[in-house]
């Protein structure tokens, strides 16, 4: 066996192995924090579904072999002291395996069958291929042997509970290789002239050159950017179910989804590289808009959810999008992202506000993407300053977008409605030195010790002066030596690991570091930067992280937080080489 490609080496215990377009990963993470024994092929598809169990084996007794796996973007390694298994990518839906000195056993991850679940198994007539059928999946995986022997195939056609699995090579030590197909209904034998080298140096290729167009800039001062690219890379399935677009998972683990607003940090990481998937990303809730304009709470494979929605970040989002494009949208596609944008922003300001109020209230603390932050521990349907801060940038991009498509009236009406959401703002919720919550409900006001009392900073250039310092020096207490903590760590309400309680988030992290930066306030915001740009490069692309400790916490192969580790390294290091070449 040939040495593997070169590559960021990864644990599958944290990142799952797969390749960009694949619905299924290797991994032996098979449910939220349930990690097994055994790396198992996870579907996508219907949810998440471990399908297929993959035990390496001792050759001599047949037991479970100690051999440890590793991975790099291309090849999927076991190694231990007798041999080593291979794994690779032929396609998004195919997969390679080769052993030398190990056997390996292939099983349904499911005990037991019934007529609405688990997996039935078969050998496939007259192909010298067995096939595992899902009920969870709705798909089939086929085995195929290449190279070596089958020595044995238990519970073929079994009903009821049953060891369901093919074993390869266990007690003749033979060199052995083999196929794995996830498809539908039927599909011609596998036939592939390619050998597994072949596969390897292609997987190889593909990944680099995406790294080239995503991270051009990357350097030894950016350890972490090639990793954070193929977290990005290897999350991305190709159309599928109410998937209408390629799209960035926001993970391979359990958070399968794609939520209405984590995907605009993913869209801002590709635009300079590939520009027609940063557009897919940010387009994809709007093709599910409602007849309100809503946008969904969470779009994947088989569900659409509308029972909350997310912030309307949309407008910063796309302000920075556009910049960030090499090339301008031209007419039509300026023209849909419009029509879109207002009905989502229609939405705020006739379904989200009371009558006679100026401002827009959430309905619950899933609506702002803050869950439980601790701003809505007196009520969850409230007034609250982050909104009404993502609306007036949202208006002021409709209106600049209004302004290039040469629709005066709404140039206008749009500029007139931002000012007055403002005026509103700071006029309603603004007390001497800081942001008030409010009822929707009584009226009555209160504050909290939540980041999510300080995000009206993201309004940057359009803060008044004292209001964006007195939120600077608030968010500078929120800054511990990792980052920015999401409730004070002195408060009697801080969690470690409480989600939006106190842990480190990518998204705020980047919209806070932005704000300041458009307010003036470079010193905290490189900070900010410096700082998170280490943890990631220390604790990986979590969820979210312990505030105190950095410890990475909840999912660990999350795509934002891989692209707002790759907005901030680029952001740093084109400010570096502007620095050099000013003092040059």
Known sequence: MTAAPSGPAFSVHDIPFSTRGSWFGISPVVAEKTIA??????????????V??????????????????????????????????????????????????????????????????????????GAGAYVFTSYETGRRYRVTVLAGTVTEASGTQSLGSAARGLTIDAGTGAAWELAVEEYETARRPYGSSASFDQIVDVAHGAFASFVDTA???????????????????????????????????????WMDKVWSWDHCFNALALAPGSPGLALDQFSLPFDHQD????????????????????????????????????????????????????????????????????????QHGNDSGWDNATTFDPERVIVSADLAAFLILQLRELAALADELRLPHDTRKWTRTADATQAALFDELWTEDRFLARSAHSGATWTSSSLLDLMPVVLGEHLPGHIGDALAERIETHLTAHGLATELPTSPHYLADGYWRGPIWAPSTVLIEDGLRRAGHDRLADEISDRFRALCETSGFAENFDALTGAGLRDRAYTWTASSYLLLAEAHELRRAEATEAVG
């Not at 992202?337 to 009558?355: E, G, H, K, N, S």
């Open 291 to 362: 007849e309100a304009g809503a946008l969904p709470d969470s779009v994947t494979h088989s569900e659409i959810l509308y029972n909350f929605v997310k912030p309307p970040i949309h407008g910063w989002a796309l302000r920075h999008l556009r910049r960030r494009l090499h090339e301008p949208l031209d007419e039509a596609e300026l023209t849909e992202v419009y029509d879109r944008l207002a009905r989502w922003t229609d939405f705020w300001l006739t379904m989200r506000r009371a009558p006679e109020d100026a401002l827009p209230h959430y």
């Open 37 to 50: 024994d055994d790396l198992h092929l996870v579907s996508h598809q219907n949810g998440m579904h471990a």
């Open 52 to 125: 297929l169990r993959l035990v390496p084996l001792d050759t001599n007794s047949g037991d479970r072999a100690d051999a440890e796996p590793h991975a790099t973007p291309s090849l999927l390694s076991w190694t231990g002291t007798e041999g080593r298994i291979d794994l690779a990518y032929e396609s998004p839906d195919t997969v390679r395996l080769r052993g030398d000195g190990l056997g390996l056993h292939i099983g349904a991850a499911a005990a037991t069958l019934t007529p609405f679940s688990g997996t039935y198994f078969y050998p496939e007539p």
């Open 215 to 253: 991270a051009p800039w990357r350097s030894s001062r950016t350890p972490a950017a090639e990793l954070a690219a193929y977290v990005l890379w290897s999350a991305t399935v190709r159309p599928g179910g109410f998937v209408t677009r390629p799209a960035v998972l926001m993970s391979k683990h």
